[in-house]
């Protein structure tokens, strides 16, 4: 048994300022005894522009911030940030990182998914315009709550992602997210609950809250819902913080156990 933590916060443009937000939230989260802590997508910039992003990609303080702080609070840390490519030069990756409790990276995830929405009354989102979709799915990583199966956001929204990452071993789901406030109240806590559910596995859920810039808002709501859907904690509604969980594989295996819903599968029907 591990106890998980999951942080909430408003990333502005101000890399500096959110760095040292994220470098508090991984402090207390080791202080209240936390062995892994899940930060949002995004957690070192939410821009005004394309152009503005660009140019704080470039800026390195962040990951080197939190390595550092994961280090010296001796806890293990899931990110998500904007990653700069070398062969396209106009667009980003949407990337999440793992780091052990030395600050050393152990996985790596491009978002496949890119949200390119237009609904009617807002919002209006097209992040192919700024960003590149990763390719590949990456194996869970080993860590002190178990496996833990990289997603961002989006993500969440195909549940074959999930499905895969369960064949492939997850324990724990973990979609760091930048909701927006309109789809957050209508789907976000049904789709974390869902993908708990289905795939009988933790989900870890970060998110972005509040304001970011005049144009553009969070809906917040960071919990870590358990593979029977409980949600086991969430950050309150409108401020900055954490929200704890503990992680039970033994509580995972009995679900399992009883209920074997992967092994009644049938992919003869579906394909
Ligand atoms: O823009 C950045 O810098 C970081 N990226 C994001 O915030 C991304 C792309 S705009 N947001 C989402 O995927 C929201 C998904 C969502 O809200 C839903 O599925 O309903």
New binding site residues.
């Given amino acids: 048994m591990a106890l998980a933590a999951v942080g909430q916060f408003c990333a502005t443009s101000f890399v500096e300022a959110n760095t040292k937000i994220c470098c508090g939230l991984i402090k207390k989260a080791a202080e209240r005894g936390a062995k892994m802590l899940f930060l949002p997508?995004?957690s070192d910039?939410?821009?005004e522009s394309k152009e503005q992003?660009l140019s704080l990609a470039s800026n390195h303080v962040f990951i080197q911030g939190v390595q550092q702080a994961a280090k010296d609070a001796n806890i293990w840390v899931s990110v998500?940030f904007?990653e700069q490519c070398h062969e396209d030069t106009q667009r980003l990756f949407?990337t999440q990182i793992v780091m052990n409790d030395n600050g050393s990276v152990v996985a790596h995830y491009r978002?496949i998914h890119?949200?390119d929405?237009d609904i009617k009354n807002g919002?209006r989102?097209m992040?192919s315009e700024?960003?590149i979709a990763g390719d590949s799915l990456v194996p869970p990583v080993k860590t002190p709550l178990g496996q833990v199966g990289l997603q961002?956001?989006?993500d969440?929204?195909f549940s074959e992602l999930s499905i895969a990452q369960r064949r492939l071993g997850a324990d724990v789901l973990t979609f760091p997210?930048?909701?927006?406030v309109k789809?957050?109240m209508a789907?976000?806590e049904t789709?974390l609950r869902a993908r708990a559910i289905e795939t009988q596995c933790y989900v870890m859920a970060a998110a972005?809250i509040g304001q970011h810039n005049p144009k553009?808002a969070?809906?917040g709501h960071a919990m870590i819902v358990d593979p029977w859907g409980t949600v086991l904690g969430q950050c309150a509604d409108t401020q900055e913080g954490l929200a704890f969980g503990v992680v039970d594989l033994d509580y995972l295996g009995r679900i399992r156990q009883e209920m074997p819903v992967m092994t009644h599968r049938r992919p003869d029907q579906y394909q």
């Fill in positions: 997508e995004a910039f939410i821009a992003a998500g904007h949407n978002k890119l949200f929405v919002p989102l992040e700024s960003t961002i956001c989006y969440v929204r997210s930048a909701f927006t789809t957050g789907h976000w789709l972005q553009r969070s809906y």
